[in-house]
């Protein structure tokens, strides 16, 4: 069965610190994959996405996730965290056939950014 | 433009209660999906459909059923509820299926005694 794994289950940073959550995924085809965060009482949203071409791709609020097939990896990295960044991040997989969307979401990871 | 709407917010039932939560959407999205979120498990798929009309299981649809009777919206029942069904229950719609972004509902948070 499809899985997908985060290591980190609750990191704290102080602001201006580098990001690095990691995110792991058991599928040997084709997948697209995907990075989901919730704000503290918002609505879980898309941070980015990567189905294909450029392995590194870039996301809203200065977000980047790279893809390394090889390792069935799709970190998720910000060069410089702020406050406002606080949130839980998912990493969430769809893996082909067909054309259901079914996602596969990780357990979580809370990031808390102290001022 | 509202999104994608739950109602309730929050609820309380008896073990062996039974209830229905509604989701609703305004964008027009083909798919729709219902998740459960429990604590350190992340989100797991209960049921979803592809339009109207259908539905089909996901990861854990052991006691739920759903119905889309109408595009915009999609239900998720629960026939008799048990305590583990305890959890934070997320709607999510997209305009198709394999590459799109989902749009997520506020969340019902439900607790079964």
């Known amino acids: 069965a499809q899985s997908v794994s985060q290591h980190n289950h609750h990191v704290i940073l102080s602001e201006a610190a580098s990001l690095e959550l990691g995110c792991n995924y058991s599928y040997g085809g084709t997948v697209n994959l995907f990075w989901y965060v919730q704000y503290p009482g918002q609505h879980l949203q898309l941070l980015l996405k990567y189905f294909s071409g450029d392995p590194l791709v870039k996301g809203i609020k200065g977000f980047e996730a790279e893809f390394i097939k090889s390792k069935f990896s799709f970190n998720l990295r910000k060069p410089s965290v702020q406050w406002s960044d606080t949130a839980e991040y998912f990493c969430a997989v769809n893996a082909k056939p067909g054309n259901t969307g079914k996602l596969i979401f990780g357990q979580g990871t809370t990031l808390q950014v102290k001022p | 433009n509202a999104g994608v709407t739950q109602t309730p917010k929050f609820r309380v039932l008896k073990t062996g209660q039974s209830m229905t939560l509604l989701c609703a959407q305004d964008m027009n999205h083909e798919y729709m999906y219902w998740y459960r979120q429990d604590p350190g498990m992340g989100l797991r798929l209960i049921h979803y459909?592809?339009?109207?009309?259908?539905?089909a299981k996901g990861e854990v649809p052991d006691g739920y059923n759903v119905s889309r009777l109408k595009k915009q919206n999609f239900l998720l029942g629960l026939e008799s509820a048990a305590p583990s069904q305890t959890s934070v229950y997320f709607c999510?719609?997209?305009?198709?299926?394999?590459?799109?972004?989902?749009?997520f509902g506020p969340g019902t948070r439900l607790l079964v005694l």
């Open positions: 999510a719609s997209s305009y198709g299926g394999t590459r799109e972004t989902q749009y």
């Open positions: 459909s592809v339009g109207e009309g259908t539905t």
